[in-house]
C-alpha cells in the first residue's frame, strides 16, 4: 500500500507517559508496557497501535483484562475502542531478539541485546502509536543476568540500580524530555567503556561515555574526543547546547546504517567509532568524526524538534548533515591562516559534491527520483536515501548562502524560538528562515526557493556568455529546466516544473587568470551570487575590458548540473589558475572528464582525446608543483572522476568502456607524468618522515598524496613501482600506508604476489572485524575479481550475509563498484541471488542492494536486457518483503 503525505491526519490520543519494563533474554524477552492515553479527539475514534512480530501475553485498561472480543488483533495493528477520555493501558507481550535478523527493534548482536528504532522498528518491542508526532516521557526498568549483561542502558538518567534474586540485576531509567518512539533505546551487555565529564557552556557537567565491546577499549579514544569536540562546536557555531546530564555512545557490530540519534543513547556501527593508527585508515577516521557529530547534532535537530511525520525526514536529516559538514570543515580549518583554511574547507567540499554526484544525481535520474520531501512511499526504510541526506543538506545549504552566516544562525534562533519541543514540517523550518531573509532582503522571499523541497530531478542550467568588446559589456544568460523524472514521467509528464529558486555564485577571469570585478546591478566583487528565480535571466556586467573565461557555480552553490560550452584550453586555464578552489578543482575535472568520456566513446580514433590528455597532464604537472596549493586538494585534482559519476554522464550507458578507459587514462597518467609522481612522493615521504601517526588533517593530506603518487606510479608499471608498494605495505606503522601499499599490488601485482600479501593481511587481522570488512572489499573491487572470486570468498569462513558490514564489504562492494566484473549475465545473476538471499534476512539491507542497478534502463541494450530478466526473476519471487518490492517494481515500472 502507498503511504500519502497528503493523507496526514493528527493521532486522536495523547500518551503522556510510557512506563517500559523488559525482562531480557535473547531467546524470549518480556516487555511490560503501561502507558496512559487521553484522547485528544471527542469523537469515538479507535485507538489503533502498531505491532509486528509480537506475542500477547495480556491487556487491560485500568487494571481490567481486556478479553477478545474488546479488542482486534492481526499482524500489524491492535485496535481498541476505549470509552473513557483518560486511562492506564498495560500491554504484556514477549519478542524474539535472538532471531531477530532484520536489525530493527530489539536484536542481539554478539553476545549484547541492542535496539534500533527509526523509523518504525518500535512496532516490533511493543505495540504503540509508532508514528514521530506522539510524544511521551519515558521511565524503563531494565532486568536480566547480572554476568550476562552487566550492563544496562537506556535513555536520560540512571534512577537507580539494584540486584535481584538469581543472580538477576535491574536498573531503572528516565528520560525528562519527552520523545517519539523512534529515539527510544535499550542497550544490555558486557562493554568496556570510555568517559570524560565535561562542563558545558552555562557551567553544567555532563559525563561523556563510549561503550564497546570488551577489548576494544583502546580504539575508542579518538571517538571520545570528536564527541567533545562536537559538544563544544555545537555551543560555539549554533548557540545549542547539551541539554543532559549524561550522553553515551554505543558500538554495535551488526547494524543496518551509520548511527542511530537516539536520546542521550545513541548507537552506532562500530565502524563509525572505533579507530586506531593500527586498524583505522584516515578516512575512517574522518568518517568517524562527521557520523560521530551527525548524531551528537541531532539531539537539538533532530530530538528537540521533531518531524512531524515521515515524508517530513529531511528536516532533521537534511540540516543535520549540513550542520556535519560544517563542523567537519571547521576542524580542517582550525588553526589555519585564512587562505589555507579556505582550501581545507573547500577539501571537505569537494568530498562532499563527490558524494552527491555519486549517489544522488544517480538517483534523481532513476526509478526512485525523489523530492527531498517525497510525496510518497510504500516502506520508509527505503528513503533514507541521499537525496533526503545530501540532497537535503545542499538545499540548507543554499539557504544559508543566501541569508549569509548570521542571517541563517537568526533562523536557527527562530526555529526554535517557534517549535522547541514539537513534531513540526519542513515548511516550518522554511517559514522560520523566510522570517529572517524577507527583513534581510526587503522585497525577496524565499516562495520560488520552497519548490526544492517539491521537485526531484537534478536541474540543468545552461550558461551562455556574449562579450561585447566595443561597450565593455558581458551579457550572461542563465536558463534553468528540471526535466520530469521518476513517477512525475507516469503521472503528469507533460507539465511544466516551475522555476526553482538557484543561487548561483560566479566569477569572470582575464586570459591570463587575473580575477575581473564584477559589476552589475548595484552588485560588486570578485565572485557575485546571482538570484536566478525564472526560467532565463540576463545580467549585463560593465567595464569588462577583455573577453572573459567564467568560472561557474562557485563552491557548488546549487545541487545543478552547470552546461557551458568551454574549450579545452578554457578549462585548463581554470584549473590553473582559478582564485576560488572549488571551480579550480572543477575545471581539472571536467578536462579528465572529456578524456574519458573521449577514450570510452571512440576507443579507435582518440586523435582527439590525445591532445586533450596532453593538456590535462601538463596542467597537473604544474598543479603538483604549485607550493600554495595543499596535498590534501592536490589528491583531489589528481583523483580521475568515479566510474559512478561517469555514467551519468554517458548515453547510452557503457560500462565495461568505461572502466577500461579509466584504467587507460590512469595508466597514460602514470607514464606521462613519472618524475611528478616520483617529486611527490619522495616530498611527502620527506614530510611525513619521524612523525609518529595522527589523523589530522595535514598528515593525513600527505599521505593520500604519497599514496596516490605510488599507484599511478604502479598503474603505469614504473619500474620498482610494485616493489615499493610492497615494501610500504610490509613496513607500514598504520593502516593507511598499510592499505596505500596492499591496494595497487591487489589491482596490479603478479598472483604470487599479491596471494602472499593477502594472506599476510588475513592472518595479521583475523581478530578484527572491521580489518577484514577491508580485505574483502579489497578483493570485491579489485579489476580482475569474477562473479566465481566472489563466490568463493563468500564461502570463506569469515563471511557471513548477517552482518551488514560484512555482506556490504564483499557483495555491494563487487556489484556497485566492480564495473570490470559485474556488467556480465553471470554478474546480474549473482546480484539478484544475493537480493533475494538477503531479503529472507534483513529486508532493508536486502533493499539497497536491489539498487545496484538502478540506471539499467539506460544501459546499452545487451546489458539492459540481461538486467531486466533478472529483475522480473526478482519480481516473481513469492513473499518479497515491502521494502525489495517497492524498489523493483519501481525499476521496471519506469
Ligand atoms: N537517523 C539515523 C541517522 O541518520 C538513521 C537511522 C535510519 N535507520 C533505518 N533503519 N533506516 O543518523
Ligand atoms: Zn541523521
Redesign the pocket.
Known amino acids: 500500500p502507498t503511504i500519502l503525505r497528503q493523507d496526514y491526519t493528527p493521532y486522536p490520543f495523547r500518551i503522556p507517559t510510557v512506563d517500559l519494563t523488559f525482562d531480557l533474554a535473547p531467546g524470549l524477552t518480556q516487555v511490560h508496557s503501561r502507558l496512559s492515553v487521553e484522547r485528544i479527539h471527542p469523537e469515538a475514534a479507535p485507538l489503533v497501535l502498531n505491532g509486528e512480530a509480537l506475542n500477547l501475553i495480556s491487556i487491560s485498561i485500568d487494571g481490567h483484562v481486556l478479553s477478545p472480543e474488546h479488542y482486534q488483533l492481526d499482524d500489524h495493528q491492535l485496535i481498541l475502542h476505549p470509552e473513557k477520555a483518560a486511562f492506564t493501558l498495560e500491554i504484556i507481550s514477549t519478542c524474539r531478539p535472538a532471531e531477530n535478523t532484520s536489525l530493527?527493534g530489539l536484536y542481539q548482536s554478539g553476545h549484547s541485546l541492542f535496539t534500533?528504532c527509526?523509523?518504525e522498528g518500535f512496532r516490533r518491542i511493543t505495540w504503540f502509536a509508532d508514528r514521530p508526532d506522539v510524544m511521551s516521557r519515558y521511565t524503563v526498568t531494565l532486568q536480566a543476568d547480572k554476568t550476562q549483561f552487566p550492563h544496562l542502558l537506556s535513555n536520560g538518567n540512571l534512577l537507580h540500580h539494584q540486584a535481584l534474586p538469581d543472580g538477576r540485576h535491574q536498573a531503572v531509567w528516565e528520560d525528562p524530555h519527552p520523545k517519539p518512539c523512534y529515539l527510544f533505546a535499550l542497550v544490555a551487555g558486557d562493554f568496556d567503556c570510555r568517559e570524560k565529564t565535561i562542563t558545558t557552556r552555562s557551567g553544567r557537567q555532563a559525563l561523556l561515555q563510549v561503550y564497546c565491546d570488551k577489548g576494544d577499549y583502546p580504539r575508542t579514544a579518538w571517538a571520545l574526543d570528536c564527541l567533545e569536540r562536537s559538544v563544544l562546536w555545537d555551543e560555539s557555531r549554533f548557540n545549542l547546547e547539551l541539554d543532559l546530564d549524561r550522553f553515551m555512545i554505543v558500538a554495535a557490530r551488526d547494524f543496518?546504517?551509520?548511527?542511530?540519534?537516539n536520546k542521550g543513547l545513541n548507537i552506532f556501527n562500530s565502524a563509525y567509532v572505533l579507530a586506531d593508527a593500527q586498524t583505522a585508515t584516515d578516512a575512517s577516521f574522518e568518517a568517524i568524526e562527521s557520523v560521530i557529530g551527525?548524531?551528537y547534532f541531532?539531539n537539538w535537530t533532530g530530538n528537540r524538534i521533531t518531524c512531524r511525520d515521515w515524508f517530513q525526514l529531511s528536516l532533521k536529516?537534511g540540516l543535520t548533515v549540513f550542520r556535519d559538514q560544517e563542523f567537519s570543515a571547521d576542524m580542517m580549518a582550525r588553526g589555519l591562516p585564512d587562505s589555507a583554511a579556505l582550501s581545507a574547507r573547500t577539501v571537505k567540499r569537494i568530498d562532499d559534491v563527490t558524494a552527491l554526484r555519486t549517489a544522488q544525481f544517480p538517483e534523481d535520474a532513476g526509478p526512485m527520483a525523489h523530492p527531498i520531501r517525497p510525496d510518497s512511499y510504500q516502506e520508509i526504510?527505503n528513503f533514507?536515501t541521499a537525496t533526503v541526506y545530501e540532497k537535503g543538506a545542499e538545499v540548507i545549504r543554499m539557504q544559508h548562502t543566501l541569508l549569509g552566516e548570521p542571517g541563517f544562525q537568526a533562523g536557527m534562533a527562530e526555529y526554535f524560538r517557534r517549535h522547541d519541543g514539537q513534531a513540526v514540517t519542513c515548511d516550518d523550518f522554511v517559514n522560520a528562515m523566510d522570517s529572517v531573509y524577507r527583513q534581510q532582503a526587503p522585497g525577496k522571499d524565499l516562495a520560488a526557493f520552497r519548490r526544492w523541497y517539491a521537485q526531484a530531478g537534478t536541474p540543468r542550467v545552461s550558461v551562455d556568455l556574449q562579450y561585447d568588446p566595443q561597450t565593455a559589456q558581458c551579457v550572461l544568460t542563465l536558463s534553468q529546466r528540471c526535466d520530469p523524472v521518476g513517477v512525475e514521467k507516469l503521472q503528469n509528464p507533460a507539465v511544466a516544473k516551475p522555476p526553482l529558486h538557484i543561487p548561483f555564485a560566479l566569477g569572470l577571469l582575464g586570459a591570463d587568470g587575473s580575477p575581473i570585478l564584477l559589476e552589475t546591478d548595484g552588485l560588486s566583487g570578485e565572485t557575485l551570487v546571482l538570484d536566478l528565480t525564472q526560467t532565463t535571466q540576463t545580467w549585463v556586467f560593465k567595464n569588462v575590458t577583455q573577453r572573459p573565461v567564467p568560472s561557474l557555480l562557485r563552491n557548488f552553490s546549487a545541487p545543478v548540473i552547470v552546461e557551458y560550452n568551454y574549450t579545452d584550453e578554457e578549462l585548463a586555464l581554470l584549473a590553473r589558475k582559478d582564485p576560488e578552489p572549488f571551480s579550480r578543482w572543477e575545471a581539472g575535472q571536467s578536462l579528465a572528464t572529456r578524456c574519458l568520456l573521449a577514450m570510452a566513446g571512440k576507443q579507435g580514433q582518440s586523435g582527439t582525446a590525445k591532445a586533450a590528455i596532453d593538456l590535462l597532464a601538463a596542467t597537473w604537472a604544474d598543479i603538483a608543483g604549485d607550493a600554495s596549493l595543499s596535498p590534501a586538494y592536490k589528491t583531489r585534482v589528481f583523483t580521475l572522476p568515479s566510474e559512478r559519476v561517469l555514467l551519468e554522464k554517458m548515453s547510452p550507458i557503457n560500462p565495461p568502456a568505461l572502466a577500461l578507459a579509466r584504467r587507460a587514462l590512469r595508466r597514460q597518467l602514470g607514464q606521462a607524468l613519472q618524475d611528478t609522481w616520483q617529486t611527490l612522493y619522495d616530498d611527502m615521504c620527506a614530510t611525513l618522515d619521524g612523525q609518529t601517526y595522527s589523523p589530522d588533517a595535514a598528515s593525513a593530506g600527505a599521505r593520500a598524496l604519497k599514496n596516490c603518487a605510488l599507484a599511478y606510479q604502479v598503474a603505469a608499471t614504473v619500474s620498482g613501482a610494485l616493489e615499493r608498494a610492497e615494501r610500504q605495505y610490509y613496513n607500514a606503522d598504520n593502516m593507511t600506508d598499510r592499505m596505500g601499499g596492499l591496494t595497487p599490488l591487489v589491482n596490479h601485482a603478479p598472483e604470487d604476489v599479491k596471494t602472499r600479501a593477502l594472506a599476510h593481511f588475513y592472518d595479521q587481522w583475523q581478530a578484527n572485524p572491521l580489518v577484514i570488512d577491508r580485505w574483502f572489499a579489497l578483493q570485491a573491487t579489485a579489476s580482475s575479481t569474477t562473479v566465481a572470486d566472489v563466490q568463493a570468498l563468500m564461502a570463506h569462513p569469515a563471511f557471513t550475509l548477517r552482518n551488514p558490514n560484512r555482506a556490504r564489504s564483499l557483495v555491494f562492494q563487487f556489484c556497485l563498484n566492480n564495473i570490470q566484473g559485474v556488467y556480465c549475465e553471470a554478474g546480474y545473476a549473482f546480484w539478484a541471488e544475493q537480493v533475494m538471499a538477503l531479503d529472507q534476512i534483513n529486508p532493508?539491507i536486502a533493499a539497497r542492494l536491489a539498487r545496484a542497478f538502478d540506471h539499467w534502463g539506460r544501459l546499452v541494450p545487451k546489458e539492459r536486457q540481461a538486467i531486466k530478466l533478472q529483475l522480473e526473476k526478482i519480481m516473481q519471487r513469492p513473499s518479497l518483503s515491502r521494502n525489495v518490492y517497492e524498489i523493483i517494481s519501481k525499476a521496471l515500472t519506469l
Not at 543496518?256 to 540519534?261: I, L, R, V, Y
Open positions: 530493527m534500533q527509526e523509523a543496518n546504517m551509520g548511527a542511530m540519534e551527525h548524531e541531532h536529516e526504510g533514507y532493508e
